[in-house]
């Protein structure tokens, strides 16, 4: 069995990975999300608020989310 890391955001420049917003997103100041993938997770943020709080999600973490997504999981209906 593979040992837990808790992905360590602590250490890390969030200024110096690659952020990324969804090809869907427009650009015209909506609710944008940007993620960042890191080597232990992926790093979520708000495209409006850069310098704010950052998610942290260990790459499982991150792949039951968009599974879940694409299930439609989430479907506001």
């Known amino acids: 069995m593979t040992e837990y890391t ?3 955001l602590d250490k890390m420049d969030t200024t110096a990975v690659g952020w ?3 090809s869907y997103s427009n650009g015209a100041g909506g609710m944008c999300v940007e993620i ?3 080597d232990d997770g992926v790093l979520v943020r708000d ?5 704010g709080p950052v998610l ?3 790459d ?4 039951a989310f968009l599974a879940g997504v694409r299930d439609g999981e989430f479907d506001r209906s």
């Open 20 to 22: 990324r917003k969804s």
């Open 36 to 38: 960042a993938d890191i």
């Open 47 to 51: 495209s409006k608020n850069p310098s």
């Open 56 to 58: 942290t999600f260990t």
């Open 60 to 63: 499982g973490e991150w792949e």
């Open 6 to 8: 808790e992905p360590t």
